[in-house]
């Protein structure tokens, strides 16, 4: 098992970071959106706030280190990168699948980051499927344990399971048991997809049985069934490029959760790459907004890499507050110069 779940890993970070694994016409939709410019912001640069809590966990950015890997050999050393670099940069950071922690103890060191980020949110990860798979709230209290997380993520995928080689496909009377979850553990449980967006409706039914926050993980970014069809056979193969364009555009997502989430938290991503993008993702509602992909490559290499791309997306997140007048995180959600362009 352990070798299997090595190689697996190992596999989807090379193709992520050396293959085409994004669709060729859909975007995050956040393209459709711009900002009137304020020329007269009535505000000091260096007075721009960017705080904001995860969970009641206080951070200096609204940033999020989407969940990416673990249970690898390599992702220790992208996994302590991306630690180190929340850490000194304030931004919470959100672990890979943690089954392989509870599977194989060779690949438990790659999900031990406190010690590196002492005082970030680290959120634990699972994917939802595994509910029907042999996971109870056991399983789940020894991640949370291990990792010293301060959330439980649940991720759903339903394409990506039915293109891999491995996949899980039953995902029958889910919804009864994350409320179980939800009401078993400690910590808060979200909920996040993978690359092709959540519908309101699907948020509020998530949110009525006590999830405690939602990433919409929309469409426009890395599409994992593309990553499959890198690892599976050729039928699966053909199935999955029929699907390079499938899912909820990010922007698209966002607005069609964000009604139903009253005061709990919400996290934007799913193909975003600049501040701007996050800003636009703010003005639409986010509360956080998680980088990935955009981020992996850096953490092959170093920390400090890391770090100063975070400080660029932070800068540039500063400099649209900035230009639209906005003192804080929440006077940014709550500006009305974001536009639709007229196309």
């Known amino acids: 098992m352990g070798k299997q779940l090595n ?5 989807h970070i090379q193709i992520v ?25 009535e505000l000091s640069f260096d007075d721009i706030n960017m705080e904001q809590n995860f969970l009641n966990k ?5 940033f999020l280190v989407s969940s990416m890997t673990g249970g690898a050999d390599f992702a220790e050393t992208i996994n ?37 980020a002492p005082t970030a949110p680290i959120i634990a990860n699972l994917g939802a499927v595994q509910l029907n798979y042999g996971f109870s709230a056991d399983e789940c209290r020894q991640i949370i344990d291990y990792t010293d997380a301060d959330a439980l993520v649940l991720h759903i995928n339903v394409l990506q399971e039915v293109i891999q080689p491995e996949g899980n496909t039953n995902f029958s009377n889910l919804l009864c048991k994350i409320e179980k979850l939800c009401n078993e553990l400690s910590v808060p449980v979200g909920i996040k997809e993978v690359g092709w967006g959540i519908d309101g409706q699907t948020a509020k039914k998530l949110l009525d049985i006590g999830v405690s926050f939602i990433d919409v993980a929309g469409a426009g970014g890395t599409s994992w069934s593309q990553v499959e069809k890198y690892r599976t056979t050729p039928i699966k193969q053909q199935a999955a490029a029929a699907f390079s364009e499938w899912g909820i555009r990010t922007a698209d997502s966002l607005q069609l959760v964000k009604p139903h989430m009253n005061d709990k938290l919400l996290v934007a991503s799913g193909g975003l790459h600049t501040g701007v993008d996050a800003a636009k993702c703010i ?31 932070e800068l540039e997140l500063r400099m649209a507050m900035f230009a639209t007048g906005s003192a804080n995180i929440r006077a940014l959600q709550q500006t009305d110069r974001l536009q639709k362009i007229n196309s």
Request: glycine residues 6%; hydrophobic residues 45%.
């Open 7 to 11: 190689d697996r890993k190992a596999q």
């Open 283 to 313: 003005a639409l509602g986010a509360d956080f907004v998680g980088f990935g992909r955009a981020i992996l490559e850096e953490a092959t290499i170093s920390a400090e890499n890391v770090f100063q791309t975070m400080e660029v997306r």
């Open 80 to 116: 302590r990168n991306l630690a180190f670099a929340a850490e000194q940069r304030g931004w919470a950071l959100a672990l890979g699948s943690t089954r392989a922690l509870i599977e194989s103890k060779a690949f438990r060191p790659s999900f031990a980051l406190r010690k590196y």
């Open 17 to 41: 970071l050396e293959e085409h694994v994004t669709g060729n016409a859909i975007t995050t939709g956040l393209e459709r959106y711009e900002f009137l410019h304020n020329a007269l912001p």
């Open 58 to 62: 206080s951070c200096k950015t609204p």
